[in-house]
């Protein structure tokens, strides 16, 4: 079946305590990217990936960081999580960065206390 | 600066009636705008998408309409059913940062039986 998996689905954590959120795909998908959603906000851009090892800033970037070295793989890093950093996060993939719907994980609930 | 915004924020409409969300852009650029669709526990999924070189575009019961000269996109969503119920997201993305996609804040929509 395809589709994006992220892990874990819900975390709570403590302010300062590195963490990482993993997004994998089995779609042979070029292009993936990470979200946020907050009530209100709608889905905030954080990084994309266009392909292997090119990953650019979305709106949000402040605090996350992101890589790309298997084109299955765009793992999402909180190095000191900090409460305004509470949220819904979502990982997407599509074939390319052009004109391709994006398909989404069913999403990270993420505290940090 | 929010470059797509979205309204109403919620929507209630009686079933077999017709439901209309807007969607309005600024950057000039962008040139794919989908539609998302949002179910309770779940990721967006891909409903409709449009490309600027169409007025127009049918998919079943739904709709976009596309007026490029005022910078406007819309959903129609006609003879809305109950299983419609769910919040729904319009999208923009193109130009220089083709990877970059914008998304509206989300109408939460509610068709009553």
């Known amino acids: 079946e395809a589709q994006v998996t992220q892990n874990p689905r819900y975390l709570i954590t403590v302010t300062g305590k590195k963490l990482t959120v993993t997004c994998s795909q089995n779609?042979?998908?070029?292009?993936m990217s990470w979200y946020r959603q907050d009530p209100g906000l709608g889905l905030r851009q954080i990084y994309y990936s266009m392909n292997v090892e090119v990953t650019d800033k979305g709106d949000v970037p402040e605090g996350y960081k992101v890589s790309r070295k298997e084109k299955r793989n765009f793992p999402l890093i909180l190095e000191s999580p900090s409460p305004n950093q509470t949220s819904l996060y979502f990982c997407?993939?599509?074939?390319?960065?052009?004109?391709?719907?994006?398909?989404f994980g069913d999403g990270t609930r993420l505290s940090i206390l | 600066q929010q470059q797509v915004k979205q309204s109403p924020q919620s929507l209630i409409v009686q079933k077999g009636g017709i439901s209309i969300i807007n969607c309005a852009y600024e950057?000039?650029?962008?040139?794919?705008f989908p539609w998302y669709q949002q179910f309770p526990g779940k990721g967006p999924a891909l409903l409709i998408a449009?490309?600027?070189?169409?007025s127009e575009k049918k998919e079943g019961r739904f709709t976009i309409s596309f007026n490029k000269s005022a910078k406007q996109f819309s959903l129609h969503i006609m003879d809305s059913q109950p299983g419609d119920s769910a919040t729904y997201f319009c999208?923009?993305?193109?130009?220089?940062?083709?990877?970059?996609?914008?998304f509206g804040d989300g109408t939460t929509l509610t068709v009553k039986p």
């Open positions: 997407a993939s599509s074939l390319s960065g052009f004109y391709q719907p994006q398909h």
């Open positions: 449009i490309r600027p070189d169409v």
């Open positions: 779609m042979n998908h070029e292009y």
């Open positions: 999208a923009a993305s193109g130009g220089t940062n083709a990877g970059k996609s914008t």
């Open positions: 950057n000039t650029a962008f040139d794919y």
